[in-house]
């Protein structure tokens, strides 16, 4: 089945430990990228992979890192978390980054 | 110029009325325009995507009208059931694989 698989599914942490989320997906695709999802602002970017190695920065990267070392894994870093941070978190690929995206079910991060 | 405009913020329709959402975006290399259903505790799901060298695309139910000189894009839900509550986002991008911008949201809600 194809799929985008995001762990963990909830999180709860305190500020300044640094956490990682991860993201695989099997369906080969190129491109992968990161949202947060906050009420009343609908979904932004945060970082996107056009490919292996290929990383940029999308509407919201401050306080998150990525990185892509193999296709099916894009992993989010949040190296000292704070409590703005706190959101819905979703992964998503794309057979390119003009397609439409798989979205995975999401990681809801609380930073107390 | 990255910022992709959405409403209504809700909607409230009968059951086998018509839904209509409407989207308004900037940057005119955006050469791609999915909608997205999500429901509660879910990720995004695509529903239906255009692409602006056609004005309408139908599936089923669904119909994008898409007018390229106003970049407006519209959602249409015929005969809406209660199965179609649910948030619809709209977004755009383009084939540099550079940002999937999102709008807002629109939260849909049909009465039976």
């Known amino acids: 089945e194809a799929q985008v698989t995001q762990n963990p599914r909830y999180l709860i942490t305190v500020t300044g430990k640094k956490l990682t989320v991860t993201c695989s997906q099997n369906?080969?695709?190129?491109?992968m990228s990161w949202y947060r999802q906050d009420p009343g602002l609908g979904l932004r970017q945060i970082y996107y992979?056009?490919?292996?190695?290929?990383?940029d920065k999308g509407d919201v990267p401050e306080g998150y890192k990525v990185s892509r070392k193999e296709k099916r894994n894009f992993p989010l870093i949040l190296e000292s978390p704070s409590p703005n941070q706190t959101s819905l978190y979703f992964c998503?690929?794309?057979?390119?980054?003009?397609?439409?995206?798989?979205f995975g079910q999401g990681t809801r991060l609380t930073v107390v | 110029q990255q910022q992709v405009k959405q409403s209504p913020q809700s909607l409230i329709v009968q059951k086998g009325g018509i839904s209509i959402i409407n989207c308004a975006y900037e940057n005119t290399a955006f050469d791609y325009f999915p909608w997205y259903q999500q429901f509660p505790g879910k990720g995004p799901a695509l529903l239906i995507a255009i692409r602006p060298d056609v004005s309408e695309k139908k599936e089923g139910r669904f119909t994008i009208s898409f007018n390229k000189s106003a970049k407006q894009f519209s959602l249409h839900i015929m005969d809406s059931q209660p199965g179609d509550s649910a948030t619809y986002f709209c977004a755009a991008t383009h084939n540099y694989g550079q940002n999937f911008v999102f709008g807002p949201g629109t939260r849909l809600s049909v009465l039976p």
């Open positions: 992979s056009m490919n292996v190695e290929v990383t």
């Open positions: 998503a690929s794309s057979r390119t980054g003009g397609e439409a995206a798989f």
């Open positions: 369906m080969n695709h190129e491109y």
